[in-house]
């Protein structure tokens, strides 16, 4: 049964720091692998996905690995902001042909200025 | 830019009651799933449905719990009698053309008293 681990569970940091954010998985037969950002009490918003033959996505700020040999995955937050503070999930399919997610229990961020 | 959108934002129901919660997905997507997040927890797969029928539903999605898609644009999540455990933040999702990136709506919060 797949099982996904996100360490730390939370993060505080001053502005302007490059972090890490880290996402382990126990079965290396995924077909894509999505982080979320998650504001108290709203919604999931995406932010990067990264199919399984890729190695890497990047926007902005945010660059996305994943080496899938190894059962994991980081999200790289460069030039932290106070606005980046969040929770975010990496969240991974399994499936290939139902798009069910697993979902890691996340790893809160705090950015403070 | 298009976005899901869940209906009503936050519901208080008594346990017994039925309550139907409602999404509407972007427009041109394919795919279609309710994820839901008890507080404090993991987000979790509830069902995914596609070509007007259920793909694949988890252990949680029992007799209770139903989905329809009534009129081409709606997506809806019934649970027939609520329970105090049902308490939770209900997620819709959806996906496009081979069912890859998810987006999600902002949540509707079913409280069960």
């Known amino acids: 049964k797949q099982e996904v681990t996100q360490i730390p569970a939370a993060l505080s940091v001053p502005e302007g720091e490059n972090l890490v954010l880290n996402c382990s998985f126990t079965d290396s037969a995924i077909y894509n692998l999505q982080w979320f950002r998650q504001d108290p009490g709203k919604g999931l918003t995406s932010l990067l996905l990264?199919?399984?033959?890729?190695r890497e996505q990047t926007s902005g700020r945010l660059n996305a690995s994943l080496d899938k040999s190894s059962g994991r995955s980081t999200l790289y937050i460069a030039a932290s902001q106070p606005g980046d503070s969040a929770t975010y999930l990496c969240a991974l399919d399994g499936s290939g042909n139902t798009g069910k997610l697993i979902f890691g229990q996340g790893t809160t961020l705090q950015v403070k200025p | 830019e298009p976005e899901v959108t869940q209906t009503p934002s936050h519901q208080v129901t008594q346990m017994g009651q039925e309550v139907i919660l409602r999404c509407v997905p972007i427009?041109?997507?394919?795919?279609f799933y309710w994820y839901r997040q008890i507080l404090g927890q993991k987000v979790e797969f509830l069902v995914s449905f596609y070509n007007n029928e259920i793909s694949e539903k988890s252990e949680i999605f029992d007799d209770q719990f139903s989905v329809e898609r009534p009129d081409g644009s709606n997506f809806t999540l019934k649970i027939r009698s609520t329970k105090l455990e049902d308490s939770a933040m209900y997620f819709c999702?959806?996906?496009?053309?081979?069912?890859?990136?998810?987006?999600f709506g902002q949540g509707t919060r079913l409280t069960v008293v």
């Open positions: 990264i199919q399984s033959s890729q």
């Open positions: 999702a959806s996906s496009g053309t081979g069912g890859i990136q998810a987006f």
């Open positions: 427009s041109n997507h394919l795919y």
